[in-house]
Each structure stands twice: as structure tokens, then as C-alpha cells.
Nanobody, 123 residues
Framework: QLQLVESGGGSVQSGGSLRLSCAAS????????INWFRQAPGKEREGVSC????????YYLDSVKGRFTISRDNARNSVYLQMNSLKPEDTAVYYC????????????????WGRGTQVTVSS
């Protein structure tokens, strides 16, 4: 069974940092593109950051550029999202998702999803 499990969420004050982890089980991440999505209450799910496989090319939502860093450790079968200078508008449930295709902000491109981890940023 293919599974992704997110961890590392929590509550922080504005300006704080969190590091999210996305661990895969039942498959290896080597061949998969991984995207972090987030969904705030009452809003649609949006793509935050994506990392390719071979050349490790990364993409970011404009509002998180310079603050978030995505990385992957294939030896640990995991992908990470380092989030610095957090703002209240970053509050959301964060999900990681995997696809054998290319990086895309289209939710339907991703075949494997985690259950999410809550990130709450207070002002």
C-alpha cells in the first residue's frame, strides 16, 4: 500500500519556523515528483512547493519564495519543507503528494496523498 505520512506541524508565533517531513512507505520516492499543498479553512487547496527527481529542480508559490525551502533525502525516503519567517496567512493543513509526472499545481496530477499536518501561526 502506497502511503505518505506528514509530520512536524504545530503552533508557532509569527516569524517562527517549522520543518515539515513527508515520509513514504510502500514505495520509494526516487522516481516521484513531490509537491507540498496546503488548505486553509474556507479556501481551496493550493500548491506550495514542488521538487523534481533527477535534477532536483524546485518550484515555489510566490508568497512563500525566500521563506520556504523544499528538499528531499532519497536515502531516507523523505521530503522536507523548511518554513521560516512564518506568517498568520501560512496557517493551513499541509499535505504532501506524489506523482510520476512532472511538477504541477494541478491537484489531480497527484496519485498519492498524505493525511496532512496542521500548521497554525499566531500574530
Amino acid at each position: 500500500q502506497l502511503q505518505l505520512v506528514e509530520s512536524g506541524g504545530g503552533s508557532v508565533q509569527s516569524g517562527g519556523s517549522l520543518r515539515l517531513s513527508c515520509a513514504a512507505s510502500g514505495f520509494t520516492l526516487d522516481d516521484y515528483v513531490i509537491n507540498w499543498f496546503r488548505q486553509a479553512p474556507g479556501k481551496e487547496r493550493e500548491g506550495v512547493s514542488c521538487i523534481r527527481t533527477s535534477n532536483r529542480t524546485v518550484y515555489y508559490l510566490d508568497s512563500v519564495k525566500g521563506r520556504f525551502t523544499i528538499s528531499r533525502d532519497n536515502a531516507r525516503n523523505s521530503v522536507y519543507l523548511q518554513m521560516n519567517s512564518l506568517k498568520p496567512e501560512d496557517t493551513a493543513v499541509y499535505y504532501c503528494a506524489a506523482t510520476l509526472g512532472d511538477c504541477s499545481w494541478d491537484l489531480y496530477s497527484y496519485s498519492v496523498w498524505g493525511r496532512g499536518t496542521q500548521v497554525t501561526v499566531s500574530s
